[in-house]
């Protein structure tokens, strides 16, 4: 693929970066799972039904079972021969002239072929008697055996993503276990001698550590299991055993921080002494800065260290790789995309690189109107926290008003 060169500094296209990444994501092994445990996740089998829904023609309505012959010419008084409750099985068969209450969800009794609802009938004052105000057909407000699901019915297939309805249905026909791939655990750690965590006042030279905190939150939102390894100074040993021990508990890793050309980026030589890594500098802004390899068979993500970058990376090649691995259809590791048109220039330099910039979406007119959410350094987290979604803006000076634009949707 072409590269960019800027200076002695050799960049690689996105798109190349990302196949690297998706390439070294294995997907997780299956798991079963009780219903209750498995909203979200990803199935690995075919659910084939092995019972009808409903079970027993039932009534969808209160009100009256009847022979619908018997009603043809409503009005029309039947003898009301008894009353059926849901969850009870009938006792009793309906005659012809008769009637028999019935309860939402009751079981049709022998003889009935129709309901007829209770705002459509009247009781007699010692209850013995209904008078049925129309005429209703066979059918009526009857909820056939198997008219949801029959038996040998395939629900759905392995690859669905189970949300409420899929559990319902499942429990629905008897079943409370079922295979999945799992939530990825992910640990992330943080690194850095300035960052502090808590709220006591900082001293000159520290930061409080962001990145941590949203990069849990992101992992949460992507369906994951985030696993909070906490901070580490800049120390090889600390970070070569924090590392360690995470890629043990874990089925991958990010780390936020440490992996540019600098001196004093300890993660970058922790990770080439323990992992299989590559060392990417990726031609967009902003998130250039990209490890990621493999430590003990573990996939690791190493993230550039400022808010924005960190944010970035982690929707631009850690979400892909993590909802691969947890069984994701291709089709939805990314972002959605859709086109915007911009309603306020989006100013950008010429640099070889794709722009990210982050935007408020409107919705009007039919179309998503794009501006700026605000300040566009790496640092100036406040204008991601507003951002609706992330405009790609390729190399140049930008897009003016009315131009079309690229976005992925962030929420």
């Not at 260290?305 to 947890?326: D, H, I, Q, T």
Request: glycine letters at 12%; charged letters at 20%; aromatic letters at 4%.
């Amino acid at each position: 693929m072409a590269q960019t060169r800027t200076g002695a500094l050799v960049m690689i296209p996105l798109a190349e970066a990302q196949e690297r990444v998706l390439a070294g994501c294995g997907i997780l092994d299956e798991v079963t799972l009780a219903v209750g445990d498995a909203r979200g996740l990803v199935t690995t089998e075919t659910v084939v039904a092995p019972e009808l829904v409903p079970p027993f023609d039932n009534t969808a309505m209160d009100g009256f079972a009847v022979r619908s012959a018997d009603v043809v010419d409503a009005p029309v008084t039947l003898n009301i021969a008894g009353t059926i409750a849901a969850g009870v099985p009938p006792d009793i068969t309906v005659g012809a002239g008769q009637a028999v209450r019935i309860m939402t969800g009751a079981v049709i009794p022998p003889g009935a072929d129709a309901v007829v609802m209770v705002e459509l009938t009247e009781t007699s004052p010692d209850g013995e008697e209904v008078t049925v105000a129309q005429s209703v057909p066979a059918g009526n407000h009857i909820r056939g055996a198997g008219e949801d699901l029959t038996v040998g019915q395939t629900v759905f297939g392995p690859g669905e993503v189970l949300t409420p309805g899929h559990l319902g249905v499942l429990t629905s026909l008897g079943m409370y276990q079922v295979k999945v791939r799992p939530k990825a655990r992910v640990g992330v750690m943080s690194t850095g001698d300035e960052l502090v965590e808590g709220p006591q006042p900082l001293e000159m030279g520290q930061i409080r550590d962001s990145n941590r905190h949203t990069l849990l939150a992101l992992l949460a939102e992507a369906g994951c299991e985030p696993v909070d390894l906490g901070s580490m100074a800049d120390d090889e040993a600390g970070i070569a055993a924090g590392i360690r021990a995470g890629v043990e508990k874990c089925d991958a890793l990010l780390t936020s921080g440490g992996v540019s050309m600098g001196d004093y980026d300890y993660v970058k030589k922790v990770l080439e002494e323990i992992g299989d890594m590559s060392w990417m500098q990726v031609a967009i802004k902003p998130a250039k800065p990209l490890a990621f390899g493999l430590v003990e068979g573990i996939p690791v993500f190493g993230l550039p260290g400022n808010p924005v970058s960190s944010m970035v990376s982690f929707e631009l090649f850690a979400r892909p790789g993590l909802r691969k691995m947890m069984g994701h259809s291709p089709d939805t590791w990314h972002r959605q995309r859709v086109t915007g048109r911009v309603a306020q220039r989006l100013r950008r330099r010429p640099d070889g690189k794709t722009h990210f910039a982050r935007v408020r979406v409107e919705y009007a007119d039919g179309e998503f109107l794009v501006r700026s959410a605000g300040g566009q350094g790496s640092h100036q987290l406040s204008a991601m926290a507003a951002a609706d979604a992330l405009a790609v803006l390729p190399d140049g000076v930008g897009l003016d008003e009315g131009e079309p634009v690229s976005l992925l949707v962030l929420r």
